[in-house]
């Protein structure tokens, strides 16, 4: 969850993200903890006929993009909802009765104000969690350790090969969840593991996967603070999460 609480107007959002649209339509794998990954979801039959799901596919992407950062679906009632769909179909349409540009001057302070405040309280609520959570996983799991930086490491199964540097390929499986369990990115889910350059993900994986070797399986607990910070992931990460994944490491490329 991303929330942008810098933007001068919700317009300037509106035109970004837009203006994006007609070429963000491309499917690309991403390397784990490293960008947005959309939750699984169940498929079915599609919500219009075919010749209509192009113009329903060109929504949902609008929908996505501004998704990504601000995630309104957690910092607003489903009333509000409604009102804030009401006035982008109304700008959409060139049906709105009042002048877009004087609504956005006269209220964008309070749009910002409005966001920034209920994304702080969410964030507060979600380090805590976070916090009472690894609290709870040292205690269950005696052999778990908590290093200098915050990073819990728990050996699930012991390689014999080489450990890897930050400057090291890695091949590994993963499966991520948050704290209450949600998976937000699998490549165990997927069927296919991932390789990468270990620089270039989070730091409590680098922490973490530098004190495996190779054949190895941990499971890594990894505070806001070496995962995605205050900012989060988009949608998918919520600001001053807490992150556990499981982790096999199965090569070691130098």
Same mark, same amino acid.
């Given at each position: 969850?991303?929330?942008?609480?810098?933007?001068?107007?919700?317009?300037?959002?509106?035109?970004?993200?837009?203006?994006?649209?007609?070429?963000?339509?491309?499917?690309?794998?991403?390397?784990?903890?490293?960008?947005?990954?959309?939750?699984?979801?169940?498929?079915?039959?599609?919500?219009?006929?075919?010749? +209509?799901?192009?113009?329903?596919?060109?929504?949902?992407?609008?929908?996505?993009?501004?998704?990504?950062?601000?995630?309104?679906?957690?910092?607003?009632?489903?009333?509000?909802?409604?009102?804030?769909?009401a006035g982008f179909t109304?700008?959409?349409?060139?049906?709105?009765?009042?002048?877009?540009?004087?609504?956005?001057? +006269?209220?964008?302070?309070?749009?910002?104000?409005?966001?920034?405040?209920?994304?702080?309280?969410?964030?507060?609520?979600?380090? +805590?969690?976070?916090?009472?959570?690894?609290?709870?996983?040292?205690?269950?799991?005696?052999?778990?350790?908590?290093?200098?930086?915050?990073?819990?490491?728990?050996?699930? %199964?012991?390689?014999?090969?080489?450990?890897?540097?930050?400057?090291?390929?890695?091949?590994?499986?993963?499966?991520g969840t948050l704290t209450?369990?949600?998976?937000?990115?699998?490549?165990?889910?997927?069927?296919?593991?991932? %390789?990468? +350059?270990?620089?270039?993900?989070?730091?409590?994986?680098?922490?973490?996967?530098?004190?495996? %070797?190779?054949?190895?399986?941990?499971?890594?607990?990894?505070?806001?603070?070496?995962?995605?910070?205050?900012?989060?992931?988009?949608?998918?990460?919520?600001?001053?999460?807490?992150?556990?994944f499981e982790v096999e490491?199965?090569?070691?490329?130098?």
């Amino acid at each position: 969850m991303r929330v942008n609480t810098n933007m001068s107007s919700i317009a300037a959002l509106l035109v970004a993200t837009s203006s994006r649209a007609v070429t963000a339509f491309s499917s690309r794998s991403v390397g784990p903890a490293r960008a947005l990954t959309a939750r699984h979801m169940s498929t079915g039959p599609m919500p219009y006929d075919e010749d +209509k799901m192009p113009i329903y596919a060109l929504g949902m992407n609008i929908g996505m993009q501004i998704s990504q950062q601000t995630d309104f679906k957690n910092l607003l009632e489903d009333a509000e909802m409604e009102i804030l769909l009401a006035g982008f179909t109304d700008v959409v349409k060139g049906e709105n009765t009042a002048n877009p540009m004087e609504v956005l001057q +006269k209220y964008g302070p309070a749009v910002n104000n409005l966001l920034r405040e209920r994304m702080e309280g969410i964030m507060d609520k979600v380090k +805590k969690d976070g916090e009472e959570y690894i609290e709870g996983f040292l205690d269950c799991n005696e052999e778990a350790k908590k290093t200098e930086s915050g990073l819990v490491y728990y050996e699930m %199964k012991a390689g014999d090969g080489a450990s890897p540097v930050v400057e090291d390929e890695v091949e590994v499986h993963y499966h991520g969840t948050l704290t209450d369990g949600t998976v937000f990115d699998s490549s165990v889910d997927r069927g296919a593991t991932i %390789k990468f +350059k270990l620089g270039q993900v989070i730091k409590g994986w680098q922490e973490g996967l530098a004190m495996m %070797k190779e054949g190895g399986k941990a499971t890594l607990v990894i505070p806001p603070q070496l995962a995605y910070g205050d900012a989060g992931s988009g949608g998918a990460v919520p600001p001053g999460a807490t992150l556990k994944f499981e982790v096999e490491l199965f090569k070691v490329n130098p």
